[in-house]
């Protein structure tokens, strides 16, 4: 969709240099310049914070922050002059940020607008404009505030309230198009002042594009009429939903076929995430090395403005068994940087320095009654291992007993192939489509596509964070990326196999949940996949007593029961309807175990957990 946008008042020195270049050289592809930006100063104040030690440096924690994976929201000089909705004050304001909870950073050399953190430049393979969009870090970092220190956590989930960020930014599309004073104010800022009437209407008609473009993926992402307004709200996305249908509905160009994303989860912390043998709540992507890292990133480029297109072939590339083109936006080497800081990374100690010290004698029992009742599932691991590989523990939903619509939606939401009809399901291997087949299917054809498309750039990426194993060896290219796809996607039938055949009336009878091992769990409040309990405390609880109303979106910390303040924030989470009935994706029931200890024993575990 952004790929085919061609910026005018951006390219004409680009359209210069492609002309030249062909005429020199037409057998070979020529290099798009980047885009320069200009330096601006920041709107409004950026808050003094401090950081812990998870083993990464001040640059590292920079180049995260910044370094582009191929997403496109808008483009660039957009997004800094954007003014919100209803006010002639930036949308990029670090107050408003502040109220969607992203974390509002200082200009730099690799944020030249002072942009939050996680905002980063991306480059268009094609034209070389500059885009705004989504890294890893605007979802996996945040900051803890207690008693007025600010902490930053790398890798800990965030607060952000990504459905109504996107709202916002599609109303202040809107407005900036219908609005002629605030649209000469956008032009002027954009354009610099003295730009011709041309490049002025140009930049009107672009502007239309991208805000049909943003409206459109609102409405394929938008909630059935019977679930409020702030369902997903803050801490939380229904980001597996929001993938489905960048597959199905966006890459086959076919806005009807889609799913609504109605199983809205936490945002996985990211330590030890490179390290687990699966990954996903549901545990359906294998993290088999070099190409399950690189494949589960570009599914999550994809379902944050990646951009993927799936087009039908044409009849002379199909003799040869080319049956569809795959395209997107995604940076390859991006994401390879971004896995091998990740894998880097260390989960966050409890800061005694800022925080309460913890109680050595209630941890020390604590310990003991975890490993009676905890450790099954959630191995511990001490310091010294934390960052050698581990296997996940699988527990089956009906076991564990929590909501259940996340393994529901991803295993039984079904889409129209299309002219993949007929197509082997991944490429290389597997059934062929039916007519209508699994949702999550298609964009991981599409992923799988995108991995053939550039076998040598996907093959260097996956290897990025891979050149040092454990043991000191540097990794070497044995295996083609064919081969290697090949064992991930075996392995990913094994965790999911027979998935439309195991759907029954929308419940998915084999669905399984991760349990991950707790180090850092402190940091990662609320509770249970869908984020349905506040904290530690209530997390240990049963399910009939723990609380079924709290705020969410407050960065205050609560030391005692191990989550953030839930009498105050930015929104209430309501486990049940008006009804009485429990809402679907809201449920907090389940997860039973060491409900029944004591309160002294409760308070034990609770002191443990800090320790990890």
């Keep these: 969709m952004n790929n085919r946008l061609v910026i005018k008042y951006v390219s004409a020195a680009v359209a210069c240099t492609l002309f030249l270049a062909s005429c020199s050289s037409p057998s070979k592809k020529p290099s798009v310049p980047k885009e320069t930006l200009d330096p601006v100063t920041e709107s409004g104040q950026v808050p003094e914070r401090v950081w812990l030690n998870q083993g990464w440096s001040d640059k590292l924690r920079q180049d995260f922050w910044f370094t582009g994976q191929g997403s496109q929201i808008i483009p660039y000089t957009w997004f800094t002059w954007l003014e919100q909705p209803n006010s002639k004050k930036l949308f990029r304001d670090s107050e408003h940020m502040e109220m969607l909870r992203y974390l509002p950073s200082k200009t730099a050399a690799n944020n030249p607008s002072g942009l939050p953190i996680g905002f980063a430049v991306h480059n268009n393979q094609t034209t070389g404009q500059a885009w705004v969009g989504m890294t890893c870090a605007a979802c996996h970092t945040n900051q803890i505030d207690y008693q007025g220190t600010k902490i930053l956590v790398e ?166 068994g080319k049956h569809a083109r795959y395209s997107s936006t995604v940076d390859l ?99 062929k489509f039916q007519a209508v087949d699994s949702a999550i299917d298609i964009p991981v054809n599409g992923v799988v596509g995108l991995v053939l498309k550039d076998p040598i750039k996907a093959i260097e990426a996956g290897l990025v964070a891979e050149r040092t194993g454990p043991d000191g060896q540097k990794t070497t290219v044995k295996k083609s990326i064919e081969e290697r796809l090949k064992v991930y996607l075996e392995n990913r039938h094994k965790l999911s196999p027979n998935t439309n055949e195991d759907c029954v009336d929308g419940f998915y009878d084999a669905g399984v949940y991760k349990a991950r091992p707790l180090n850092g769990i402190w940091a990662t409040a609320p509770y249970l996949h869908n984020g349905s309990v506040p904290n530690l405390w209530s997390l240990l609880q049963s399910p009939e007593s723990r609380p079924d109303t709290f705020w969410v979106g407050s960065r205050e910390f609560d030391p005692i029961n191990v989550g953030y303040i839930t009498h105050q924030g930015m929104n209430e989470f309501k486990v049940n309807k008006a009804s009485g009935e429990v809402m679907p994706g809201n449920d907090n029931s389940g997860h039973v175990y060491g409900t029944t200890l004591s309160d002294n024993e409760k308070w034990q575990i609770v002191e443990f957990l800090k320790t990890l």
């Design 155 to 320: 890798g800990a989930p965030t607060l952000a309230n990504f459905v109504l960020f996107f709202s916002r930014l599609n109303a202040a599309l809107e407005a900036t198009l219908n609005d002629n004073q605030k649209f000469s104010r956008f032009a002027m800022r954009v354009l610099k002042e003295g730009a011709s009437q041309a490049l002025i209407d140009d930049l009107r008609d672009d502007l239309k594009h991208v805000a049909l473009a943003t409206a459109e993926r609102q409405t394929v992402n938008d909630l059935p009429e019977d679930y409020p307004d702030d369902f997903t709200s803050y801490a939380r996305l229904d980001a597996f939903g929001n993938i489905q249908n960048a597959g199905t509905a966006f890459a086959l160009d076919d806005l009807n076929n889609k799913n609504a994303p109605t199983a809205p989860v936490s945002y996985p912390f990211l330590w030890g995430t490179h390290q687990s043998n699966v990954v996903q709540w549901n545990a359906s992507a294998p993290n088999v090395p070099v190409i399950g890292p690189l494949v589960r990133n570009i599914g999550e480029v994809v379902g944050v403005f990646g951009s993927l297109s799936i087009e039908e072939a044409p009849v002379w590339q199909r003799v040869w």
């Design 333 to 431: 080497q991006g994401l390879g940087q971004l896995e091998a800081w990740v894998k880097t990374l260390l989960p966050p100690a409890w800061p005694e320095q800022y925080f309460p010290g913890i109680d050595t004698n209630k941890a020390a029992q604590g310990k003991l009654l975890f490993q009676a009742n905890c450790a099954s599932c959630h191995q511990l691991i001490d310091q010294k291992n934390l960052l050698k590989d581990y296997e996940a523990v699988k527990v089956p939903v009906k076991e564990v007993g929590t909501d259940p619509t996340m393994s529901n939606n991803a295993s039984c939401h079904m889409a129209k192939t299309l002219f993949l009809e007929g197509t082997k399901t991944d490429i290389l291997i597997g059934d």
